[in-house]
């Protein structure tokens, strides 16, 4: 497998210019000592050295105009919005591009010399690469591929991609296949590559590749690209597949300390209030009553209506963890530097472990998130698996910024407050800003802070909350 960057080649529009104008009269000076010596006859007849050597001079004047027009087309096409992909790939190879080298020098010294020996190599190579390059379109053309993603990862786990390549020729093997994908994200691209040795008719192989995404996000996979150039390796032919496939990338996670473990608690101890839920088979005994219709049977306690000579049923409460509000603030300043994009992911980080860590050792609550960004989104549900990765997949979306106003931010955190629930902020500005969000937040919810934390990721002591290992 091999990863590479993508790197867009701009050519200036004068140098276009330069190269049309060098190339041409590089052109027209080789087909005018072509013509001149077909016409005056300037090399004598029977001096095959001479001829060879002005034959490759010519030859060096012809590809080079040749290259420079190829290269200022190349340079006008790609200025060009591509509507759909060309799905067919044809390249020389380095050893096909020699070969037509000498194809090209061995013609023009046909030509000049009239040698039936020329013609002959030239008919030689040139058929090779016809029957090259025929071949190869034929493998291509009889493959099916399909890849296959997870659905979601967090930041710094290595996966593995799985390839499938289906021959569908009935009779022909297709040999030393690679399948080239594309990985785009909003931060990168990157090329992966698999080599499949044989693949026998009307059968399937499979490969995989090793991909480790070091960004939160979504990386976007395709179009699939099958490329050989078996089985002489002049011409490698190719065909591409619109295959794409979205991966979600989740923020990393770390651990949170005994310490901030010890400050939800002492946070949680300000407001004393549960909410109960009637039930059979809860968790805490409450009392019993007298049996009522549609009352579960098992209910009953059998010694008790005996003595009592009346149906009496006991009667159960479930307490139910507190809800929770997470708001997650994503503050970046108007020129960010390096430093204030690390503290916004951190606290994406931060907000994410927070997430794991009350959906799976609380049970049965409401959980929020609300995010203050480049935009300013929110998400809400019951506790589960699903729920899980849902807000995991919101904070993978999240972005820094300073679009919304923090009056807005708040008020709209009202809507999911209740006093039961426990709030916590965590925002990338500074630990001096700490005091002015709580009395916004305290003005916007018209009541005390209780059961509300608080921090900055950019503080001295968020160290003692939360710990980010680094990526092996």
């Known amino acids: ?8 080649q701009q050519q200036n529009p004068r140098q276009r210019v330069w190269h049309l104008t060098i190339g041409f009269l590089l052109v ?8 001149a010596n077909l016409q005056l006859k300037l090399l004598a ?28 087309w190349q340079a006008q096409k790609a200025t060009l919005k591509k509507v759909r992909l060309n799905r067919q790939r044809v390249r020389l190879t380095p050893q096909g591009m020699t070969l037509t080298v000498m194809m090209l020098v061995f013609l023009i010294a046909s030509m000049l010399s009239h040698s039936n020996m020329m013609v002959l190599m030239f008919s030689f190579i040139a058929g090779a690469i016809v029957v090259n390059g025929t071949l190869g379109m034929t493998m291509v053309r009889n ?5 296959r993603v ?10 593995a991609v799985n390839i499938e390549y289906t021959n569908k020729s009935r009779f022909r093997s297709a040999w030393v296949m690679v399948v080239r994908d594309t990985i785009n ?38 179009p699939l690209e099958v490329l050989t150039s078996s089985p002489l390796g002049m011409v490698e ?43 059979v088979f809860d968790d805490e005994y409450h009392s019993m009553r007298e049996y009522r219709p549609g009352d579960n049977p098992r209910a009953i306690h059998w010694r008790t209506s005996a003595r009592r000579n009346e149906v009496i049923v006991r009667e159960f409460h479930q307490s139910r963890d507190d809800d929770v509000l997470l708001m997650v603030d994503l503050w970046l300043p108007k020129n960010p530097t390096e430093h204030h994009l690390e503290l916004t992911e951190t606290a994406v980080s931060f907000a994410a472990t927070v997430s794991l860590e009350q959906m799976q050792k609380s049970r049965d609550f409401q959980f929020t998130l609300l995010i203050n960004g480049s935009t300013m989104s929110s998400w809400s549900g019951r506790s589960s698996p699903m729920a899980t990765e849902e807000a ?13 106003e923090l009056s807005d931010w708040m008020e709209e955190a009202c809507q999911y407050r209740s006093p039961s629930t426990s709030l916590i902020l965590a925002t990338s500005r500074p630990e001096s800003e700490l005091q002015t969000l709580h009395l916004l937040l305290e003005a916007a919810l018209e009541e005390p802070l209780l059961n509300v934390t608080i921090v900055s990721v950019d503080s001295k002591k968020f160290s003692n909350f939360f710990l980010l290992p680094d990526f092996d």
């Open 237 to 279: 032919r190719g065909h591409i597949f619109d295959l794409e496939d979205k991966l979600a990338v989740y923020p990393r996670t770390g651990k949170l300390t005994s310490i901030w473990k010890k400050e939800r608690s002492h946070a949680a101890e300000l407001v004393q209030q549960k909410q109960t839920r009637k039930g």
């Open 143 to 147: 493959a099916s591929v399909k890849r």
């Open 150 to 159: 997870p659905a979601g990862v967090m930041a710094g786990e290595k996966i």
């Open 45 to 72: 007849a029977g001096n095959g050295l001479l001829t060879l050597v002005f034959s490759t001079f010519v030859m060096i004047l012809l590809l080079g105009g040749a290259y420079l027009f190829l290269q200022a």
């Open 392 to 404: 995991l997949n919101a904070l993978a979306l999240a972005e820094g910024g300073r679009e919304c």
């Open 1 to 8: 497998m091999r990863f590479g960057q993508y790197r867009d």
């Open 185 to 222: 994200h909003q931060t990168e691209s990157l090329q992966a590559e698999v080599l499949i040795a044989r693949i026998m008719p009307q059968k399937t192989a499979s490969a995989y590749y090793d991909f480790r995404p070091m960004r939160r996000g979504i990386y976007r996979f395709g």
């Open 28 to 35: 027209l000076t080789g087909s005018l000592l072509i013509w």
